[in-house]
């Protein structure tokens, strides 16, 4: 929202495009409805009675110029079929204001008053009519409505994501009865432009004239996130908090036996979700039964031609090739390719359409190749005459592109539990509980002799084969362990690891408290119950020692994988934005107005809740649950000196200071990361001058309309220093750029100016 004299305004727009460009701009006068409530971007269904999912997303717009809305307030004024419902909201998000001319989601809380409305005998859609108030403009009536489903169909369930924010996914329970009554997941990543439910109705295939939904052996499950994150880093914390949300789900759920098993995985996708397959098998490996990759590439940065890396950028003249490899550090960890040696030992089927014009068989073909050069058991497989999707691959509607036989037979032969051990009379599906038996996981397999784990960022690689990298020697550049598994030891070999952990994982057993273990030449011959204690091994002037700080190093001024870079890992976890009052009446009204651009993209972008709040109005405890953006160096914004103490940069009325760089330049800008609250991160936003803030608020412009990004989500590092020539030559005018070190320090090796 702006505020207009009366008179003739003009209107400027940057465009960024390849072809012809049809723009849409609308204006309208906020009038007295300043308060405007839009419509959900997405609802939970209602299964046999029960509301799948206990929150609602409600956007609503603040389309008074100067005036913030406080206290808003949701209420239920009539409810019409479905179970008797009533609803509630966190206080905290009351508590926070929405800013003028901001779109902000409002979570509402929806809860069954009748427990046994489950047992209903019909199937009734529901609608709400809620009303919406707050300290500004008339209240306003919207209306919701939750559709019913049945136990066949595929349903759509909300959760709260990792970052805060109401996310959504689709699911399918299996065909079949799981004997152990806890079930393996397909987590299927959709394609560009697939809705979630699209993607889970996909599973689908005609028999004896009627359609089947979801697969034998696994419950399918799809997950959803607005923008173009390709299932990396927002995108593959979704999928993996829809499938512990879909676990938590089913678990009360009394319509169901079948629960779900969150460490038994089998990973597929198509397109952008083959991408994604390839992304969360790679970088969550011990949970993988299975991979199943669809004419998926391997790194958007190579894959057509919307993002690619510095390829005839104007900024290719004049930026050093230090911030080129610095940038590039910023996205290697999404990079499928230099993954797959995590993938050792589980099986990987990979097929593309011969004719596919969308994404070119050779990201496919050239994946299998190097699976097959690491020794993977992987199955490849193109089809004659097949594009990019198709519905009948041999037979009419015989489950098509992503669930025809081949890939049935695959996916529930990887999945099937214990019927051949209950076959043998070892556990009987009849006879009890088969889910303790000491033979009821035919998942557990041996562990292969030999096992290479790689790791870019350790914030992005839960782990494999029982092994997390907590830290590096060297941030931000490739790791390995390498392991060899013998008989009552095992052998790892590091390189460029500094902090490791060991734990037990569920599908993949190592049995660590059984073996000796040695680390680069060093032996620890009593390792039992390391991993149930969270024992870290560090390694200290060239040898390796269990560390004497435990898992309370990232608390105690360290960088682990909870606070690791690079800039957009501050919006991977529930994060406010700060914005600085204490500047000239002119400079705090511009802060302002950045901090609901920045707000307004991550919700446009991305769905995220970003919420606004003054830094005079913000209580400590509150902070203390999030992560911060702050806006405004020290002299406009009360929470950026605390911050600016805890990295290498210094600030004073000449300018910064980074190690011996000293920037005097008034149109100087500063993005950096600094701790926050034990593990959190805050992320920095301040000039010389209000020219050099505007610059780093650029940062988090997205590049590529209409696929956008979320801010600061690509090749944005720990820090970035801009200077008066950024506007013309981007990456070019970067004065500094690079990574903190394990302590928040500046090294040498990990930044890109020399003064």
């Not at 599906?429 to 350790?458: E, I, W």
């Amino acid at each position: 929202s702006v505020p207009l004299t009366r008179g003739i305004h003009a209107v400027y727009i940057k465009l960024r495009t390849k072809v012809t460009q049809q723009v849409t701009f609308k204006v309208k006068l906020a009038g007295s409805n300043v308060l405007e409530v839009l419509p959900p971007p997405h609802l939970p269904d209602l299964l046999d009675g029960t509301v799948l999912g206990h929150v609602i997303p409600l956007p609503i717009a603040n389309h008074h110029p100067t005036h913030w809305i406080k206290n808003i307030r949701v209420s239920l004024l009539k409810q019409e079929g479905g179970p008797k419902v009533s609803i509630s909201q966190p206080d905290i998000s009351r508590r926070l204001p929405i800013a003028p001319g901001q779109v902000r989601i409002h979570d509402v809380y929806i809860t069954t008053k009748d427990k046994d409305s489950s047992q209903q005998s019909s199937c009734q859609d529901m609608k709400l009519t809620l009303q919406v108030s707050g300290s500004e403009g008339s209240p306003q009536v919207t209306t919701v409505s939750l559709r019913c489903r049945t136990y066949r169909q595929s349903f759509v369930f909300t959760f709260l994501d990792h970052d805060g924010s109401v996310q959504h996914a689709a699911a399918i329970p299996p065909l079949q009865d799981c004997v152990s009554r806890r079930c393996p997941v397909l987590l299927t990543q959709h394609g560009t432009g697939v809705s979630a439910q699209n993607q889970a109705d996909s599973y689908k295939r005609m028999e004896d004239g009627d359609w089947k939904f979801g697969i034998e052996t696994a419950w399918v499950l799809a997950p959803t996130r607005h923008g173009a994150h390709n299932w990396e880093g927002p995108g593959a914390l979704t999928s993996i908090t829809a499938l512990h949300k879909l676990q938590e789900l089913i678990e009360s759920a009394s319509w169901t036996q079948n629960k779900v098993d969150t460490q038994r995985v089998i990973y597929a996708g198509h397109s952008m979700g083959g991408h994604g397959a390839w992304h969360l098998a790679t970088h969550y490996p011990d949970r993988a039964l299975a991979v199943v990759s669809l004419a998926g590439w391997i790194k958007k940065e190579e894959y057509g031609d919307s993002n690619v890396f510095f390829r005839h950028d104007i900024s290719t003249s004049t930026a050093d090739p230090s911030v080129k490899a610095i940038l590039e550090a910023c996205i290697a960890e999404n990079d499928a390719d230099r993954h797959v040696s995590n993938l050792h030992g589980v099986p990987v089927l990979t097929r593309t359409g011969a004719d596919d014009r969308t994404v070119h068989p050779f990201f496919v073909r050239r994946m299998y190749r190097l699976l097959k050069e690491t020794g993977l058991n992987v199955t490849y497989s193109e089809l004659l005459k097949k594009d990019h999707w198709w519905w009948d691959s041999w037979d009419t509607n015989d489950g098509g592109a992503v669930n025809d036989p081949q890939l049935r037979e695959f996916e529930i032969e990887h999945s099937r539990q214990q019927t051949d051990m209950a076959e043998e009379g070892s556990c009987s599906q009849d006879g009890g509980d088969c889910s303790n038996s000491a033979v009821s996981n035919r998942y557990m397999k041996l562990t292969p002799v030999s096992y290479s784990l790689t790791v870019l960022n350790p914030a992005s690689v839960e782990g494999g084969r029982g092994v997390q990298v907590l830290q590096q020697t060297v941030p931000m550049r490739t790791s390995t362990v390498k392991m060899e598994f013998q008989l009552g030891r095992a052998v790892l070999v590091t390189q460029n690891v500094a902090r490791f952990r060991l734990y037990e994982p569920d599908l993949h057993p190592v049995h660590w408290s059984e073996r000796t273990l040695e680390v680069d030449g060093v032996i620890f011959d009593d390792v039992q119950n390391v991993t149930e204690r969270g024992v870290n091994f560090c390694k200290r002037e060239g040898t390796w020692s269990l560390c004497s700080d435990g898992e309370s190093f990232e608390t105690d001024g360290q960088r682990g994988p909870n606070n690791m870079g690079p800039a957009r890992r501050v919006a991977e976890h529930r994060f406010l934005i700060v914005v600085g009052t204490h500047g000239p009446t002119s400079v705090t009204a511009q802060l302002e107005r950045l901090a609901v651009y920045l707000a307004n993209l991550f919700h446009l972008t991305s769905d995220t809740v970003a919420p606004v709040a003054k830094d005079t109005e913000l209580r400590a405890e509150d902070a203390e649950l999030y992560n911060l953006i702050v806006i405004g160096g020290p002299k406009e914004n009360s929470w950026a000196a605390d911050f600016i103490n805890t990295v290498p940069l210094s600030w004073d009325e000449k300018g910064m200071t980074l190690g011996d760089c000293h920037f005097t330049h008034p149109q100087t800008g500063a993005l950096f990361l600094a701790r926050h609250a034990g593990k959190g991160l805050s992320l920095v936003l301040m000039g010389n001058s209000l020219l050099g803030l505007e610059d780093v608020i650029q940062l988090a412009t997205p590049t590529i309309p209409p696929m956008t990004r979320s801010p600061f989500s690509n090749l944005v590092p720990d820090f970035v220093v801009t200077g008066p020539d950024f506007q013309r030559s981007g990456p070019g005018g970067y004065l500094c750029a690079g990574f903190w070190g394990n302590h928040w320090d500046l090294r040498r090796e990990l930044i890109s100016c020399a003064c």
